[in-house]
């Protein structure tokens, strides 16, 4: 992955388990600390059970994100170059520091479907049948707005009939694919700052 920017500072949170991880959860942040526990708690619960590697990659927040990361995460990359970092910046830091052959990318301020086991555990099960996943993408009930259920509505029917198809497509909130993959298309492309997903 040579084409991708140099990895960002690393700031290990829990020692590696003996057998390996079925899957790295990946969560770029920034200044996350109203969302990030939300995520990840959960994530945490099925971790041990599911056999997976949460790491979390901060652009630099200056709130409470990194000591939430440190106490819910395995691993911590932190973004200290110069310039701010894009968020496909901080996901490629995030799979470079990961170590399983499934990568979920999940975008901070994400909740996930109760119960979160068996959602988790059909999107790894897709990634590695078909490569690469994605789900349906929804605003919680107790914050859409007529606007936003319409929007995401035409967005999943576009990227239901693209999948289909055999294009691929998904919003960025959701990407579960297998490392081989994501190696050989070079991570996602740092120099956008939207629309990288």
Request: net charge negative.
């Amino acid at each position: 992955m040579s084409n991708l920017a140099p990895a960002a500072a690393v700031r290990p949170a829990r020692p590696t388990p003996a057998r390996p991880f079925a899957a790295s959860v990946v969560v770029p942040t920034l200044n996350e600390e109203k969302t990030l526990a939300a995520l990840l708690g959960p994530l945490r619960a099925a971790a041990g059970a599911l056999g997976l590697e949460l790491v979390v990659s901060d652009g630099g927040s200056t709130d409470t994100t990194l000591t939430l990361a440190a106490k819910l995460a395995d691993q911590v990359a932190v973004h200290e170059g110069p310039g701010r970092q894009t968020i496909a910046a901080g996901r490629n830091a995030g799979a470079r520091l990961a170590s399983a052959d499934v990568l979920l990318f999940f975008n901070a301020d994400v909740r996930l479907p109760e119960p979160v086991a068996p959602f988790l555990a059909d999107l790894i099960a897709s990634a590695q049948q078909h490569g690469a996943a994605t789900c349906r993408v929804v605003v919680h009930p107790d914050e859409a707005t007529l606007a936003d259920r319409l929007v995401l509505s035409g967005c999943n029917a576009v990227f239901w009939a693209w999948n289909r198809v055999g294009r691929g497509m998904g919003r960025g909130e959701c990407h579960a694919i297998r490392r081989d993959l994501f190696e050989a298309v070079g991570g996602y492309r740092e120099h956008l700052t939207a629309g990288e997903d």
